[in-house]
């Protein structure tokens, strides 16, 4: 069974338009994030949640929020969408533990047209 | 800001070379972290290091952490086409919050 696993891997969408990505762990884990990465590979967290604490990276627009139904799903959700937004999104989950390591879904490939 | 430089950004070589790629900062670690990422995949974790000069052997792999624990290195021998993908060091410190901040990737190509 696939420890991270998000939905869709593809989506292609119109600028304006409001889009979901989905994201479950089953590994139990405390922690789950989202990432952007961009077209020169660079992983930028866009946000990290637990039970208690959601951590928002100041960088992000408020177009794009955060959703967690349960501890193990953390789903993105982004209106509005522009060009810019254009990119692979990662959902990762962890442990708490700092020296954890992060295990990642297989990204989903925004296209805003 | 904290920044983890990696370098080199890109690296094309034959199989069979040797080759070592940094990751440097300014800021102690608490612990640093190296991934590997291929195409249409997301990073997945090759070593966890935490104590100062820490040497990590994962076959061909050999991962050290600066006596400072504010550098890293990953060396590859006798590199194969296997090897090719994006090598991203990631690193938690006191000045982060604790929380992972990342380089910007080493790109490594393994000709055959």
């Known amino acids: 069974d696939t420890a991270v696993s998000q939905t869709p891997k593809y989506l292609v969408t119109q600028m304006g338009n409001d889009k979901s990505i989905k994201c479950e762990q089953n590994?139990?884990?405390?922690?789950m994030y989202w990432y952007k990465q961009d077209s020169k590979k660079f992983l930028k967290i866009m946000f990290s949640?637990?039970?208690?604490?959601?951590?928002i990276n100041e960088t992000v627009p408020n177009r794009f929020s955060p959703k967690s139904p349960d501890k193990a799903h953390l789903n993105l959700h982004i209106n509005s969408l522009e060009l810019g937004d254009s990119a692979v999104y990662f959902c990762?989950?962890?442990?708490?533990?700092?020296?954890?390591?992060?295990?990642f879904g297989n990204g989903t490939r925004l296209t805003v047209t | 800001t904290q920044l983890l430089e990696q370098s080199p950004q890109f690296l094309s070589i034959q199989e069979g070379e040797n080759l070592t790629v940094y990751c440097n900062s300014s800021?102690?670690?608490?612990?640093l972290q190296w991934y590997r990422q291929e195409p249409g995949e997301g990073p997945v974790l090759l070593v966890t290091?935490?104590?100062g000069g820490e040497v990590k052997k994962l076959k061909r792999l050999t991962f050290q952490f600066g006596d400072a624990r504010k550098d890293s290195s990953l060396h590859i021998t006798a590199a194969q086409p296997g090897d090719t993908g994006l090598y991203l060091c990631?690193?938690?410190?006191?000045?982060?919050?604790?929380?992972?901040?990342w380089g910007a990737g080493t790109k490594l190509i393994i000709k055959p």
């Open positions: 990762a989950s962890s442990r708490r533990d700092i020296t954890s390591p992060l295990h």
């Open positions: 590994l139990g884990h405390d922690t």
């Open positions: 949640y637990n039970n208690k604490e959601l951590i």
């Open positions: 800021s102690v670690f608490s612990s």
């Open positions: 290091v935490v104590t």
């Open positions: 990631a690193g938690a410190s006191r000045d982060s919050n604790y929380q992972l901040i």
